[in-house]
């Protein structure tokens, strides 16, 4: 096992850390925990990192956008699977709690709710360049590692990349959906996932929900 590094920092967001299997046009998740972007040291390194900590670690906390945090954690060990670069956060500790304004949204700051309230929602495809300009400090933007098993006869047959994805408001004025995702399957198959998906996902959402 790695060893665990100290880090503390301000929190520059709070997002859901969620892991997605797909085979062909099937699809799950994996609610793993939570996302804290940090802006300050790791191991005495002042830089921008990501550190991955579990549903229980936010349950006291409640972490949010401009907390100053601390804590230790480890290197991940396959970054394909992983959308931050440490997890296994351990000595969590909140120093100073941010200050409880937060500018108009979008996009959306502060605590952000319980992954059972993600999983209810269903989630929309987020253009990549749009999240990683606009939505990536947003409660309801996710950057997912995903799992891609090509041929369901040999699931050995896997292939990794990440998709953006937004659970907040469909009114958002901010949101682009990007171009459709397409999944590989055997024997050269490729299923598009087009918009019907995302519609159906959250159908049961009004427009400011």
Not at 61 to 74: L, N, T
Not at 95 to 121: N, Q, S
Request: proline share 7%; charged share 30%; with cysteine.
């Amino acid at each position: 096992m790695a060893e665990k590094l100290t880090w503390q920092g301000t929190l520059v967001s709070v997002q859901p850390r969620i892991r997605l299997t797909r085979s062909f046009d099937e699809r799950s998740h994996s609610y793993l925990g939570y996302s804290l972007g940090v802006q300050g040291t790791v191991s005495g390194e002042d830089r921008d990192f990501l550190v991955g900590i579990g549903k229980g670690a936010h349950a006291k906390p409640q972490f949010r956008a401009g907390d100053i945090v601390s804590g230790k954690a480890q290197p991940v060990g396959d970054e394909k699977t992983e959308s931050v670069e440490y997890y296994r956060a351990s000595g969590l500790k909140l120093i100073e709690r941010a200050a409880d304004v937060f500018p108009l949204p979008p996009p959306w700051l502060g605590v952000p709710p319980d992954l059972t309230v993600y999983r209810a929602r269903g989630h929309r495809r987020l253009d990549v360049r749009t999240y990683q300009a606009k939505c990536a400090t947003c409660i309801w933007g996710c950057r997912m590692p995903v799992e891609m098993i090509v041929d369901q006869w040999n699931p050995s047959q896997r292939r990794y990349r990440f998709e953006t994805f937004c659970y907040g408001p469909k009114s958002c004025t901010l949101y682009r959906a990007g171009p459709t995702r397409k999944v590989p399957g055997r024997r050269g198959m490729v299923w598009e996932e087009e918009d019907w998906v995302d519609e159906d996902a959250t159908a049961h959402r009004g427009e400011d929900e």
